[in-house]
Nanobody
Framework: QVQLVESGGGLVQAGGSLRLSCAAS????????MGWFRQAPGKGRELLGA???????????GYADSVKGRFTISRDSARNTVYLQMNSLKPEDTAVYYC????????????????????WGQGTQVTVSS
């Protein structure tokens, strides 16, 4: 069992930056593939990006077109935390942001579908004002 806790959300002006954190307890995050999602009011949950289970030398990442070049996912194994760095934020980025973990995944692999993930955090609100 793993518990995920997101933090770092808040109110920011358009063009600003935020860094979200996803801290894990119970297991080592480097053993999982991790994803970041968001859900805006009245919309479905959207995959923003994912990072692979650690291969020992390289972590692979992938991003949705809507955030590519603006958002970056990284992992700090010593802190057992995954981050989502968000730059050049837009009002349409306003949503609740979630991290999720996928167990039983091969090294160097990550998942791109919501239903593939096994554990979820409670979410953190990000509001971008115009």
């Amino acid at each position: 069992q793993v518990q995920l806790v997101e933090s770092g959300g808040g109110l920011v002006q358009a063009g600003g930056s935020l860094r979200l954190s996803c801290a894990a307890s119970g297991r080592t995050l480097s053993s999982y593939a991790m994803g970041w999602f968001r859900q805006a009011p009245g919309k479905g949950r959207e995959l923003l990006g994912a990072i692979s289970r650690s291969s020992g030398t390289t972590d692979y990442t992938g991003y949705a077109d809507s955030v590519k070049g603006r958002f970056t996912i990284s992992r700090d194994s010593a802190r057992n935390t995954v981050y989502l760095q968000m730059n050049s934020l837009k009002p349409e980025d306003t949503a609740v942001y979630y991290c999720a973990a996928k167990v039983n995944v091969g090294r160097g692999m990550y998942m791109t579908h919501l239903e593939d993930y096994d554990y979820w955090g409670q979410g953190t609100q990000v509001t971008v004002s115009s």
